[in-house]
């Protein structure tokens, strides 16, 4: 059985940094392209981050410059690095997995549970 497990949310003052990992059982995903989505009380689950096995990267706007991502496709792990964070950023942090299609048209398919990430002022 594939499973997602986010890990590292927690509570981090405004202007702090917090890295998630998500660590993919059941399969290799060293093809797949991964994604971050976040989601908000009250509000729809947006986009954040997606990543090709090769590298490349895709960010949404709200996060260039403040996040990264990355993955160790070696330890099946994608990684959110979370800098200069705002109270915004506040949400349920899922990673997601799409074995087909693309880095701009992916099919995520698989999804952790969450991890909070709840920032503080």
């Known amino acids: 059985q594939v499973q997602l497990v986010e890990s590292g949310g927690g509570l981090v003052e405004a202007g702090g940094s917090l890295t998630l990992s998500c660590v993919v059982s059941g399969r290799r995903f060293s093809s797949d392209v991964m994604g971050w989505f976040r989601q908000a009380p009250g509000k729809e689950r947006e986009f954040v981050a997606a990543i090709r096995w090769s590298g490349g990267t895709y960010l949404a706007d709200s996060v260039k410059g403040r996040f990264t991502i990355s993955r160790d496709n070696a330890k099946n792990t994608v990684y959110l690095q979370m800098n200069r964070l705002a109270l915004e950023d506040t949400a349920v942090y899922y990673c997601?997995?799409?074995?087909?299609?693309?880095?701009?048209?992916?099919?995520?398919?698989?999804w952790g549970q969450g991890t909070q990430v709840t920032v503080s002022s």
């Open positions: 997601a997995a799409s074995p087909r299609g693309s880095l701009y048209y992916p099919e995520y398919n698989y």
